[in-house]
Nanobody, 121 residues
Framework: QVQLVESGGGLLQPGGSARLSCVAS????????MKWYRQSLGGEREWVAT???????NYADSLKGRFTVDRDSAKSTMYLDMTALKPEDTAVYYC???????????????WGQGTQVTVST
């Protein structure tokens, strides 16, 4: 009922920039907020940023100033602009939509499949 598709990852140069996109479709009328998470190989899942329905944004302290979350509501798309990339930014990046009321009872959070970002020379 809800589909999230991330794109924009790939092999990136240290110090470079990239934009990730997350396109939402389906029963997305009541999205309250959307988030980016990332998970490196062998690492724990890490919250990156949130953008709320009213446009307010929050970021992980370690990423403030380098990453920016934005959205285009007309395109049902959320973005993550990443700058000054570092090898430690290498991870699978996931988008998450929090929907309330949910389209399926008790299922409030919907995840995309993720997009791999690799920062390396």
């Amino acid at each position: 009922q809800v589909q999230l598709v991330e794109s924009g990852g790939g092999l990136l140069q240290p110090g470079g920039s990239a934009r990730l996109s997350c396109v939402a479709s389906g029963s997305i009328f009541n999205i309250q907020n959307m988030k980016w998470y990332r998970q490196s190989l062998g690492g724990e899942r890490e919250w990156v940023a949130t953008i709320f329905k009213d446009g307010e944004t929050n970021y992980a302290d370690s990423l403030k100033g380098r990453f920016t979350v934005d959205r285009d509501s007309a395109k049902s798309t959320m973005y993550l602009d990443m700058t000054a990339l570092k090898p430690e930014d290498t991870a699978v990046y996931y988008c998450v939509a929090h929907i309330n009321p949910p389209p399926t009872p008790n299922k409030f959070d919907y995840w995309g499949q993720g997009t791999q970002v690799t920062v390396s020379t």
